[in-house]
Every structure is written in C-alpha cells, then in structure tokens.
C-alpha cells in the first residue's frame, strides 16, 4: 500500500552559467542527507521529506520530463512497488528552475533508492539520487 504523498511544482528564474543541474536533499527528524552523501538513515515510522531542485542554466529544452521515485534498492527504474513516483513535462527555458517535494513516514524496513532525473533532455539527461536506510 503506497502511502498519501503530496507534490508542489514551482518555477521561477535563475541565472547561472553551465548545464543542467539537480540538488536532492532529504530529511528525516534532526537528520538530512544530500545527492553528495551516500544514505540517510530513517527510524521506521519517522516522516520523511524530500527536496529537489532542477536549474537549466543552458539554452532552452523544450518538452523534458522531471521524473521521481523512491523505489527499494538496486532498481533504476520504478516498479510498480515504488514508495512514491511522480513526473512532470516541462519547457524548460534557460535560467528556469524547477522545485518539488514530497513528505511521508516510512514503515516498511529495508533500503531505498530517491532518484530524480530528466528524461528528454535533448542530450543533456541528469540525475541524482540518494540511498535511504529505514531502520
């Protein structure tokens, strides 16, 4: 049973030279992690929130899509057991970003991959991820 999650989308402008660039963080109680560390450790039943950022410093992509998921370890897609998926087509204009986050306790033990990557890019895919222990 997937747990109720919910997802903001907000856009606003950003100036930066380079490509494309995803910054995932993540939290759980006094805890938090970065795509840059390699786990987050989650007590089972402990609220966990996710936090990305998608920034296009680049020309414009037109119709790339922002996918998400939190699935268990070991998989680079979602099954149909994810924890939590969402996506969200975007025409992505250079100095856009894109924000989002969701929040849920985590019950099940085990370990889990949160990934956030485009798909569409026109050549310029990126991803991050984060691996999360529930205890």
Request: hydrophobic share 40%; net charge neutral; with cysteine.
């Amino acid at each position: 049973m997937r747990a109720c999650v919910c997802l903001f989308l907000t856009f606003c402008a950003f100036a930066q030279g380079g490509d494309l660039k995803i910054i995932l963080n993540a939290r759980a109680g006094q805890r938090s992690a970065d795509s840059g560390h390699t786990a987050l450790v989650v007590k089972r039943g402990e609220t966990f929130s996710a936090q990305w950022t998608a920034t296009n410093a680049a020309g414009p992509i037109t119709g790339v899509t922002l996918h998400v998921f939190m699935d268990r370890e070991g998989v680079t897609k979602p099954t149909a057991n994810a924890l939590y998926e969402g996506a969200v087509v975007l025409d992505f204009h250079a100095g856009e970003q894109s924000k989002g986050e969701f929040h849920m306790p985590l019950r099940e033990p085990g370990n889990y991959v949160l990934r956030v990557e485009t798909v569409g890019a026109q050549g310029h895919d990126v991803s991050a991820s984060l691996m999360v222990t529930v205890q």
